[in-house]
């Protein structure tokens, strides 16, 4: 009667393992602890109070009314926590992603709500796949290429709101120009505006940086320094409001002379399937088809971006906080916080640097401080909205303009010239064609990688000496498009050669070898012994040796070594 128990009891607790697994929540909230619980509510009102200004700014950026930022800062909170795998990300609204979904949809708020279902899909699906290698085949200089010009596309693009100018094409070059062209219609108090809140926040970030540390002071710490410190890490919402006070004020004196964001729809978003389908404004209705059809490349690249973006971001905090992530079930929290957005009319999202940055360093805990994130995103959609009526638009560029200029690195092109000059030409691909299509830079860059990649494997490094025979050593792995090239040089160095000479092949750094290449050594030995010389494998790794002797190969021959395989041929001379 026991066995029965004990296998219920084993098969239960299977259950629970393979239910943690997709589910990490299990993992932490039984040891749940009040020290926790004060550090999460600490870590999620400061991440909440530089949530609201940024997501409001981005929402400039991907050309929607500023409330879409908001409908997208907070389903992110509570997904994660229930399928997160990262104590310190946070799912929201990025630059990037706000510049990609406007590059894709135009501004259209419900295209970008339909783009965000159907990210969502894709990154989930990706998951359940296990599909999380791809991302591997995007460079670390495609990623630099585009993170840098996507940087000055977006900071550009506010130049316009701090000079206060209506009318200018949102094409990177004709932006260029028409701002330049319209600066002598500036208006005066944008352009102090603008100007004066990138100078508080430039100077609220060298002050931070002048503290030494980026994490939160201790209670041992003085009073001014943790002033400083708050001040600092909150510098996007005090200078928002601050500026929302000042155009109020001018406002209520009869004196508009700042552009403000102006009427926003008020309360929360109602809970409701995206829309499939679109309308002109001639009434020509768009169906499904179309609309996706007209998504074209962005469909894949911002799906895409947004896993790098937020996985990298979790690596990297992960391993500065000593911990791992699983990064299929990355992969399933992003999907799935972008499905569950298209239902609030969110636009796509990914985790956020700067956010988790600031979440790191308050001292977060547990993924649980996500919600107190959301909820006070909640909580200004109820009650907030008609005063976000003020808010300059000069103030929001400012943020977003700070938020950027990081991503900037300028110095990343010259560490690639010391290590390696070839990767410049991937990010100089990525970083050019962003300016024309920000989603065909990072394609372009893709490809330009690929063909490299490509051409390293099928141009191995190979390295020929003679200690009185010819040696041949492989640098690297031998695949069928290097077929071609490997028999080239043997042609040219041995069989062709007067008189044709024996060689040896040091394959010790090849571990797989596919039928071509089975196909060309059995040529190749042909070759060999209708010249009357030896071709003579040394070093062959286990699993190489069982195909080729698999493959039944004439005259195949093989040592332990070069030593050894020149000592051969010396015999065979002898005996000759």
Same mark, same amino acid.
């Given at each position: 009667?026991?066995? /029965?128990?004990?296998?219920?009891?084993?098969?239960?607790?299977?259950?629970?393992?393979?239910?943690?697994?997709?589910?990490?929540?299990?993992?932490?909230?039984?040891?749940?602890?009040?020290?926790?619980?004060?550090?999460?509510?600490?870590?999620?009102?400061?991440?909440?109070?530089?949530?609201?200004?940024? *997501?409001?700014?981005?929402?400039?950026?991907?050309?929607?009314?500023?409330?879409?930022?908001?409908?997208?800062?907070?389903?992110?909170?509570?997904?994660?926590?229930?399928?997160?795998?990262?104590?310190?990300?946070?799912?929201?609204?990025?630059?990037?992603?706000?510049?990609?979904?406007?590059?894709?949809?135009?501004?259209?708020?419900? #295209?970008?709500?339909?783009?965000?279902?159907?990210?969502?899909?894709?990154?989930?699906?990706?998951?359940?796949? #296990?599909?999380?290698?791809?991302?591997?085949?995007?460079?670390? /200089?495609?990623?630099?290429?585009?993170?840098?010009?996507?940087?000055?596309?977006?900071?550009?693009?506010?130049?316009?709101?701090?000079?206060?100018?209506?009318?200018?094409?949102?094409?990177?070059?004709?932006? !260029?120009?028409?701002?330049?062209?319209?600066?002598?219609?500036?208006? &005066?108090?944008?352009?102090?505006?603008?100007? +004066?809140?990138?100078?508080?926040? @430039?100077?609220?970030?060298?002050?931070?940086?002048?503290?030494?540390?980026?994490?939160?002071?201790?209670?041992?710490?003085?009073?001014?320094?943790?002033?400083?410190?708050?001040?600092?890490?909150?510098?996007?919402?005090?200078?928002?409001?601050?500026?929302? =006070?000042?155009?109020?004020?001018?406002?209520?004196?009869?004196?508009?002379?700042?552009?403000?964001?102006? $009427?926003?729809?008020?309360?929360?978003?109602?809970?409701? /399937?995206?829309?499939?389908?679109?309308?002109?404004?001639?009434?020509?209705?768009?169906?499904?088809?179309?609309?996706?059809?007209?998504?074209?490349?962005? +469909?894949?690249?911002?799906?895409?971006?947004?896993?790098?973006?937020?996985?990298? &971001? *979790?690596?990297?905090?992960?391993?500065?906080?000593?911990?791992?992530?699983?990064?299929?079930?990355?992969?399933?929290?992003?999907?799935?916080?972008?499905?569950?957005?298209?239902?609030?009319?969110?636009?796509?999202?990914?985790?956020?640097?700067?956010?988790?940055?600031?979440?790191?360093?308050?001292?977060?805990?547990?993924?649980?401080?996500?919600? @107190?994130?959301?909820?006070?995103?909640?909580?200004?959609?109820?009650?907030?909205?008609?005063?976000?009526?003020?808010?300059?638009? *000069?103030?929001?560029?400012?943020?977003?303009?700070?938020?950027?200029?990081?991503?900037?690195?300028?110095?990343?092109?010259?560490?690639?010239?010391?290590?390696?000059?070839?990767?410049? !030409?991937?990010?100089?691909?990525?970083?050019?064609?962003?300016?024309?299509?920000?989603?065909?830079?990072?394609?372009?860059?893709?490809?330009?990688?690929? @063909?490299?990649? +490509?051409? #390293?494997?099928?141009?191995?490094?190979?390295? !020929?000496?003679?200690?009185?025979?010819?040696?041949?050593?492989?640098?690297?792995?031998?695949?069928?498009?290097?077929?071609?090239?490997?028999?080239?040089?043997?042609?040219?160095?041995?069989?062709?050669?007067?008189?044709?000479?024996?060689?040896?092949?040091? =394959?010790?750094?090849?571990?797989?070898?596919?039928?071509?290449?089975?196909?060309?050594?059995?040529?190749?030995?042909?070759?060999?012994?209708?010249? $009357?010389?030896?071709?003579?494998?040394?070093?062959?790794?286990?699993?190489?040796?069982?195909?080729?002797?698999?493959?039944?190969?004439?005259?195949?021959?093989?040592?332990?070594?070069?030593?050894?395989?020149?000592?051969?041929?010396?015999?065979?001379?002898?005996?000759?």
């Amino acid at each position: 009667m026991e066995r /029965p128990l004990l296998g219920r009891g084993s098969a239960l607790c299977c259950s629970y393992s393979y239910l943690k697994a997709w589910l990490p929540l299990l993992s932490w909230a039984p040891r749940y602890r009040l020290k926790w619980l004060q550090m999460d509510l600490l870590a999620g009102l400061t991440v909440g109070l530089t949530t609201v200004p940024q *997501a409001l700014a981005y929402a400039e950026v991907a050309g929607l009314p500023v409330q879409y930022g908001l409908y997208s800062a907070f389903m992110g909170g509570f997904v994660y926590t229930l399928l997160g795998t990262s104590k310190d990300v946070t799912l929201g609204p990025t630059a990037i992603m706000s510049l990609l979904c406007f590059s894709v949809v135009g501004g259209q708020p419900h #295209r970008a709500v339909l783009l965000s279902l159907l990210c969502g899909l894709i990154q989930a699906g990706m998951a359940l796949l #296990r599909l999380g290698f791809l991302l591997d085949f995007i460079s670390y /200089p495609v990623i630099k290429g585009f993170t840098c010009a996507a940087a000055v596309t977006i900071g550009f693009g506010q130049v316009k709101n701090i000079l206060g100018l209506d009318g200018i094409p949102h094409d990177f070059v004709l932006e !260029v120009y028409y701002t330049f062209y319209k600066i002598p219609e500036a208006r &005066i108090g944008d352009v102090v505006l603008g100007l +004066l809140s990138l100078s508080v926040l @430039v100077m609220l970030v060298f002050m931070k940086k002048g503290l030494g540390s980026d994490d939160a002071p201790s209670c041992s710490t003085t009073i001014a320094r943790r002033l400083v410190w708050t001040a600092a890490t909150m510098r996007n919402v005090l200078v928002v409001v601050a500026a929302s =006070c000042v155009a109020f004020s001018w406002n209520a004196f009869g004196h508009p002379v700042f552009t403000v964001t102006g $009427e926003t729809f008020k309360g929360l978003p109602p809970f409701k /399937p995206p829309p499939t389908s679109d309308t002109t404004a001639n009434g020509t209705v768009v169906t499904f088809g179309e609309i996706v059809e007209d998504f074209g490349g962005g +469909l894949a690249v911002i799906p895409f971006m947004g896993l790098l973006e937020s996985i990298a &971001i *979790a690596k990297a905090f992960a391993s500065q906080n000593d911990y791992r992530i699983d990064t299929n079930q990355e992969l399933l929290a992003i999907g799935v916080t972008n499905i569950m957005g298209s239902f609030v009319s969110a636009y796509p999202v990914t985790g956020s640097f700067g956010r988790t940055a600031v979440n790191s360093q308050t001292g977060v805990c547990t993924p649980a401080g996500g919600i @107190v994130t959301s909820v006070i995103v909640l909580l200004s959609l109820a009650f907030l909205m008609p005063a976000f009526y003020y808010i300059p638009k *000069a103030a929001l560029a400012a943020v977003i303009i700070c938020a950027v200029a990081p991503m900037v690195d300028y110095q990343v092109v010259a560490k690639m010239w010391r290590i390696r000059k070839l990767d410049l !030409v991937p990010f100089v691909v990525t970083f050019l064609m962003s300016f024309w299509e920000v989603q065909y830079g990072i394609v372009g860059g893709v490809a330009v990688s690929g @063909v490299l990649l +490509l051409y #390293r494997t099928a141009r191995p490094q190979i390295k !020929v000496s003679d200690p009185g025979m010819l040696v041949m050593e492989l640098g690297s792995g031998l695949s069928f498009p290097a077929t071609e090239y490997l028999s080239h040089l043997i042609h040219t160095q041995a069989l062709q050669a007067s008189p044709p000479r024996s060689m040896v092949l040091d =394959c010790h750094h090849v571990s797989v070898i596919d039928y071509t290449v089975v196909s060309e050594l059995r040529d190749l030995l042909r070759q060999f012994k209708l010249r $009357e010389v030896q071709l003579v494998f040394s070093r062959l790794q286990p699993s190489v040796l069982e195909v080729l002797l698999a493959a039944d190969l004439q005259d195949f021959r093989h040592t332990d070594s070069v030593e050894a395989a020149i000592q051969m041929e010396t015999e065979s001379l002898l005996n000759e």
